[in-house]
C-alpha cells in the first residue's frame, strides 16, 4: 500500500503550505481604542475651553487663554505619540501578510496628526500677530467678550474636534470592517496574482513601481513564514527523537 498516496492522506497535509501554522492566523489590528482615546483627549480640551470662557472673570480670561495654549501644546505630543503608535501597529500588520490594506489606509491614519498640526501652527501665527499689534495692550483685549483669545481658540478646538470625529470615525469604521472580515494575508487570497506571476512577469499595463514594492512585500512575508515553518521542523524533529529515545528505553527495559 501507498501511503503517500493522497487518498490516505489527512486534509491538513494537502493544505497549502502557506495556510499552515497558527502565523497565518487573522490578526486583528487594535487600533480602534487608540484613537478612541484622541478622540476623548479633543473632547476634553473642547469642553474645557468653553467650561473656562463660561465661568472664569473677565480678570481671569488671560490666564484661561494660555492654559489653553498648554493644553494644546499638550494635545500636540500626544498626538504625535498616538501616530507612531498607530503606524507601529499597521507596520506588524503589514508584516503579517496585510499588505494592500496598510497601503490602502496609509494616508488616512495620518490624517488626525496633520489636523493637529496644522490647527496648532494656525493658533500660533494668531498668538503671533496679536502679540504683533496689540504689544503691552494685549491683557486688555483677553476680556473683549466674544472676539478675546480664549473665545477663539475654544471656537477653533472646538471646529478641530469637529473634523476629527469625521476623519476618525470614517478611519474606525474600516478598520472595524476590516477586523470583522478575517481575511487571510494577501499572500493568501490571491491578491498578488492580479499584477505579479510568479517569477515577477510583469503585465502590460503594470505600475512599474508599485509591482516591485508588493515583490519585496510579498518576499518579506514569506521569509518571515518560512522562518516560522523551520523553527517548527525543528521543534518537531525534537519532539520526534524525544519520543524515539523514550521507545527504545521502554523496549530496552
Known sequence: MNFRDESFMPDDDRAPVLAAGPETHFKPIKTIPVFSLHLLISTIISFTGIVLAMILPESKRCEAYFIMLYLRALFWLITLMIDHIVKHMHEKSRLSGYIDFHKATAMHRSVPFYIVTLWNNVIIVIQTLTQHYYGDNFTSHCIQGFLSPIAYITLFNVVETFFLFIVVGSYIARVYKFNNSGLPPDALNGNFNDNIGSVGVLH??????????????????????????????????????????????????
Request: net charge negative.
Open 204 to 253: 502590460p499595463h503594470a505600475h512599474l513601481v508599485e509591482l516591485i514594492e508588493k515583490q519585496a512585500d510579498l518576499i518579506s512575508y514569506l521569509k518571515d513564514h518560512n522562518t516560522n515553518l523551520n523553527q517548527k521542523l525543528i521543534q518537531l524533529s525534537t519532539d520526534l527523537n524525544i519520543l524515539r529515545g523514550e521507545m527504545i528505553n521502554r523496549e530496552a527495559e
